[in-house]
């Protein structure tokens, strides 16, 4: 059903008019979540059905306004962050198809969502469900949502909306404030449209931070004059709204194509979320918001709004792809440096979070150049790399096929990209989840994808992604790599020109034949095929059995490799790991060029973090 809109309240009719965005099945999002089925607050009564057209109508006898206390609580703000998702989710696809600038990759929508939704996941996982279960309160929420967000970024919008929240965040924090009053949530506004343009190395207008500044601006000019919590933030959503029908005059890329910002109206969507809380004229049966422009007028999301028959992004010789990291062991100064070194190499940089943990993001030609400066101001984690398909139109058809390969270290990750895969992080006791491995799928943009999980762990993850894979309209193949070499042998027989199928034989015969080892160290005792081992010994490893144990690594590496060569080869790639001592490899393929004349060895800083070699026999 529609959900009733309110009668008229001074100084909002305008905010009506424009037509309202949140469009959303919020009941789904709040069933088996705990959340009340109960309005935290009211200013109107249930109208009558006959009296639901916005602005114009006249109050019913039985739609009686009542005062609401300008108060924002962390019931509030839990069903703000709630209300704010479920409007996400009903959109997302409306707002993917919004998607041209910077990249018209058509993910912003998705990115908005999944960001949301992962920080929202983790507030509940260490909450409860209504965030009470130990009594925490707006204060510890808010801190607990800021991390989460850092870590839950997906995309350019998503990190710009993590900033956008954040900022909202740290006002609360700073100030201790459990209960927030109307001047300080206009800070709140401030502070989050603040911090979301200072994360950004080379602002743009027509964009996400256009519309937040907006509102924030006309938040603090209602304020001033007097206005109650909700007609500040009626303030807010007519300026954002109107921010963002302007976009077009600011970018040309929306202007050729015909649309609004896609982050502008995640945006528009997250203030009309906080309104209607505030106004307290939300319920968990909301079905219906978000329509139309104001009467008479066009759709005013549609795509077809205007002409899509140009190209629809600024430089289509732009970055081709997107690294995305989360930075530890660092510190501002070597943050600062990395930022410097970043916005040389490419552009739509943004470094944001601190002390202890950084999200970084940007769009670059060499993948392999923006890992290596992130290791060299720290320990990367999470890291994605994401070949950007620059489309020229909203309704391109989609790719014949793509790719998704598993990856344990940024040096894997730049030859996987280099391949016209997308890199997902796997190994280290962690990796995707099967829908993780989906969402992935889903950002190739194909309708059929190969998975090559190069993980044991992530094998599994990826054949239950194959499986559920048909309900999301996709056609998902698995090539079965447990290994990083296996990973690349059949990225290096990958042939976009040959039918979906035929690449998944010659990938997963390619992978077949690569006999892979590794030589690590032992962290805890254990009965192993060769024997007892303990903390420190090091391990020599043949598909995943432990096939020796002793004391020297140089040594273990020539008994794998005599192992896996055993059967004959003529190719041999040694992967080193990030604690690695590079002459480990270097003495290694010394050794074999001596004992092995005949075999090609190829050695490539892998990165990972286990094992410290990893080595391959095709």
Known sequence: MLCPKPGPLPQTSQVAATGDLLCSTVVLVFAGRGARRTRNRTSVAEPDPAHQNGPTATPSPRATLRRVPDVFTADDARHWALLTRAALAARRTEIDALNVFPVPDRDTGTNLFLTLDGAIDEVLARRGPRGDGDGAGLVAECRTLRRALLTSARGNSGVILGQVVGGLCDVVVERGAEVLDTTTLVACLERGAATARASVARPREGTMLTVADAAAAAARAACEHGASMLEVVAAAVQAATEALARTPEQLPALARAGVVDAGGAGCVLLLEALHRVVGGTWTPQDEGLLTAAGPGGPPRWSPDAGSSSAPADEDPDGPAYEVMFLLADSTPERVQALTE???????????????????????????????????????????????????????????????VAGVAGPGVAGLVADAGALAVEVGAGGGPSASGLLDAARRTGARSVVLVPGDPEALHAAEVAAQAAPEEGLEVHVVPARAAVQTLAALAVLDPARPVHANVVAMTQAAAATRHGAVTVASAQALTWAGVCRPGDVLGLVEDDVALVGDDLEQAARGVLDRLLSAGGELVTLLTGAGADPLLAERTAAWLGHERPEVEVVVVDGGQPDPLLALGVE
């Open 341 to 403: 070194d970043l916005d040389r190499l490419g552009d739509s940089l943004l470094v944001v979070g601190g002390p202890d943990l950084w999200n970084v993001h940007v769009h670059v030609d060499d993948a392999g150049a923006a890992v290596e400066a992130g290791l060299a101001a720290g320990a990367p984690q999470r890291l994605r790399i994401t070949h950007l398909a620059r489309r020229h139109g909203p309704r391109e058809e989609p790719a014949p096929l793509g790719v």
